[in-house]
């Protein structure tokens, strides 16, 4: 990292503060924290220069200053999905690239860089309109769709990279480029599924939007019973013989926790195992009720949340954390969900971890309309784990914190069925 005071460090404010309408902030200005940390805290930026940027013209600048001065460019966006820190060179940080215009003829949205998928749903729902977001309004729309985009309703209405028209880009050197199926076919493609190299800013999209309607959601939720003991693996197995059998309609996941035993909890998740399933279906309540009867009667759910659901109420379906925190996780693609894996995580014990099972299939294995490059349009299932680290350990030592975490222990017994894994559920500093 450049001296803060050095001259070099001086021009570099000074090129970047006269040419974008953004702000510029060296690393020590009271405004520079709020600039480089987002929802993951376990990595840190420790850039020479923010550049804050406001226009697809304050990017295109950022990266020939960035080339004229020899030095990396690392974007920032919502800070979710952040693997690999600034180290020195300049951080593009395009949370002011929040503009949102929906064409409800069209049935489109363009989105700025740092739009989050909860704004967008907001403003979709004048139209009676729904994003094709995923179970956590919160995440970068953009940055969402690298992977692929695997939302509430995909068995229903396929990722959403599927629905991606269009791609504003900022290249090496600062040269914007509209990328779509027509202009550049294998840029695009790769855009849909493995998102941009390095030198590459995605500054807007266009993406289409589904109805609002009909949908019904919530979640059946069963203490699996107390850390130390084998917990009951009764629900995740028939979490497995439910999914086997239902239409393209029903998009369904779960999630066992295991809780640590500590005061901050609340008392009835303290040193507990608890199972979630996520239901979102493209159908009326009393239909929804018909598919989920043998699986309510099997499980037998302490809390049951299913009913109407309007999009704008969609984080009540996997209901997971708001708050900002440091985490690593990876996971598996399978192709069938064997027994014995779920076995072994009704009885996982060690540190808080949070195991996810995402059911495929329906229109998230159909063809894609165009070519892209999203793994898992072939997997029957999706298997994560996510455990919480120390952020001080995390950025001073990532390995270290990650092996204590060590989320991919609860993956090892799916190993027999893997067949990859998805960029879009990789986090923390191990990820880069």
Same mark, same amino acid.
């Given at each position: ?96 690239? +929040? !503009?949102? $215009?929906? *064409? ?6 363009? &989105? @700025?860089? #740092?739009?989050?998928?909860? /704004? =967008? %749903? ?34 229903? +209405? !396929?990722? $959403?990279? *599927? ?6 880009? &900022? @290249?090496? #050197?600062?040269?914007?480029? /509209? =990328? %779509? ?35 019904? !959601?919530? $979640? ?57 399933? $996520? ?154």
């Amino acid at each position: 990292m450049l001296d803060p005071v050095s001259t070099s460090t001086s021009t570099l404010l000074d090129d970047l503060t006269a040419r974008i309408d953004g702000s510029v902030l060296a690393p020590d200005a009271p405004a520079a924290p709020a600039a480089t940390t987002g929802f993951q805290l376990g990595v840190r930026h420790r850039p020479d220069v923010v550049a804050a940027a406001r226009t697809a013209d304050d990017v295109r600048v950022a990266a020939r200053v960035a080339a004229d001065h020899d030095l990396p460019l690392t974007v920032h966006h919502t800070g979710h999905g952040t693997r690999v820190p600034a180290a020195g060179g300049i951080l593009l940080s395009t949370a002011g690239m +929040d !503009g949102i $215009a929906i *064409d409800p003829a069209a049935r489109t949205v363009r &989105v @700025g860089a #740092g739009v989050t998928w909860g /704004e =967008v %749903t907001d403003a979709a729902d004048r139209f009676d309109l729904m994003a094709p977001s995923g179970s956590f309004p919160g995440v970068g729309a953009i940055g969402y769709t690298f992977g692929g985009g695997l939302g509430l309703t995909g068995r229903t +209405d !396929g990722w $959403a990279v *599927d629905h991606v028209r269009a791609f504003e880009v &900022v @290249g090496t #050197g600062g040269a914007l480029d /509209e =990328v %779509t199926a027509d202009t550049d076919p294998d840029r695009f493609a790769r855009l849909r599924g493995t998102g941009p190299v390095p030198g590459e800013v995605v500054t807007a999209m266009t993406i289409g939007l589904l109805p609002a309607g009909p949908l019904t !959601g919530g $979640a059946l939720v069963h203490d699996l019973g107390p850390v130390g003991e084998p917990g009951d693996p009764a629900p995740l197995h028939a979490f497995r013989e439910w999914t086997a059998g239902l239409p393209d309609t029903v998009t369904a996941g779960m999630s066992v926790v295991t809780y640590p035993d500590w005061d901050v909890l609340p008392p009835h998740l303290r040193g507990r195992r608890v199972a979630r399933i $996520a239901v979102t279906a493209r159908a009326g309540s009393a239909q929804t009720d018909r598919l989920l009867a043998p699986l309510r009667a099997a499980v037998r759910p302490d809390e049951d949340t299913v009913g109407p659901l309007r999009p704008v109420e969609s984080s009540r379906v996997y209901a997971e954390p708001e708050m900002p925190h440091a985490y690593t996780g990876e996971n598996v693609l399978l192709d069938a969900l064997e027994p014995a894996g779920l076995d072994a995580v009704a009885a996982l014990d060690g540190p808080m971890t949070v195991v996810g099972v995402r059911h495929l299939g329906g229109a998230l294995a159909g063809p894609a309309a165009v070519p892209d490059t999203v793994s898992g349009r072939s997997a029957a299932y999706l298997v994560s784990a996510l455990s919480p680290i120390d952020p001080e350990q995390a950025v001073a030592d990532p390995s270290a914190a990650v092996a204590a975490a060590d989320p991919s222990r609860a993956l090892r017994p799916f190993g027999s069925s893997a067949r990859g894994e998805s960029p879009g559920f990789r986090f923390g500093p191990h990820a880069g």
